[in-house]
């Protein structure tokens, strides 16, 4: 049993392999260069209504210590089974409130593993054709995206907002929009309208003018299926 035990802690030992210098420096700068681009892709071309910008600076973060890693792991057998031992008692507690957000963070992550395997050729080609992707549906949708939402405003200051420029508002950023409700009185005014928006960027633009309208109104797109902003 002794003996046993003194092999495996030989093949432990024997099992460390060297890492060189340059070549993990060459990796962690690939990895910050790919990720950097990455938050580019995601800023331009996401979906998300959320702040995409300020989302994205996580990625070099979390790519390179990804990379960071992974070179650890492979370096060493016996630094692996105490990682794994060391990262069964974190929990994650990030909240992604759409699908797309975690499809982006995998992709950080698998360039991550990528270039901590020494795999430099193959995460360049598979990074370059997922981006490729990301932009041929990005053109494909912008050809076809013309959405109809509901969009409602409640106002507890009304005598802050004028009909006229709100509706100068949706002019200038949606296709189309037409006045379902209005509702007014000394203490609020509520409006309804029926828009249609070519893209999300446009909803995220006429959001924020409407806003600077008065800050305290209450905004809310909803599709026939649910609430969309």
């Known amino acids: 049993m002794e003996k046993l035990q003194m092999t495996f802690e030989q093949f432990l030992a024997n099992q460390s392999v060297q890492v060189s210098v340059w070549g993990f420096v060459l990796n962690m700068v690939l990895s910050a260069v790919l990720a950097y681009l990455l938050s580019l892709v ?73 270039f901590g395997a020494d795999q430099r050729i193959i995460t360049v080609v ?10 041929m549906r990005s053109r494909a949708r912008g050809k076809r995206d013309h959405q109809s939402l509901y969009l409602t405003l409640t ?20 296709a189309a929009a037409s006045i379902k409700r209005f509702d007014e009185n000394k203490d609020v005014l509520e409006a309804s309208f029926l828009v249609e928006v070519d893209n999300y960027e446009k909803l995220n633009q006429s959001k924020a003018e409407l806003r600077k309208l008065n800050e305290a109104m209450t905004i809310s797109f909803m599709q026939n299926n649910g609430v969309a902003s």
């Open 42 to 114: 995601y800023a331009k071309y996401g979906q998300s209504l959320s702040n995409r910008k300020m989302f994205a600076r996580n990625f070099m973060m979390i790519t390179m210590t990804t990379m960071l890693i992974i070179t650890i792991v492979k370096a060493s057998l016996a630094l692996s089974l105490g990682l794994v031992g060391a990262l069964s008692i974190v929990r994650f507690r990030a909240a992604i409130k759409e699908p797309e957000e975690l499809a982006y963070l995998f992709l950080a992550i698998g360039i991550g593993l990528g």
């Open 126 to 135: 598979a990074f370059a054709i997922i981006v490729a992707m990301i932009w």
């Open 155 to 174: 106002s507890r200051n009304p005598s802050k907002v004028e009909l006229d420029r709100i509706v100068e508002t949706l002019q200038k950023h949606c």
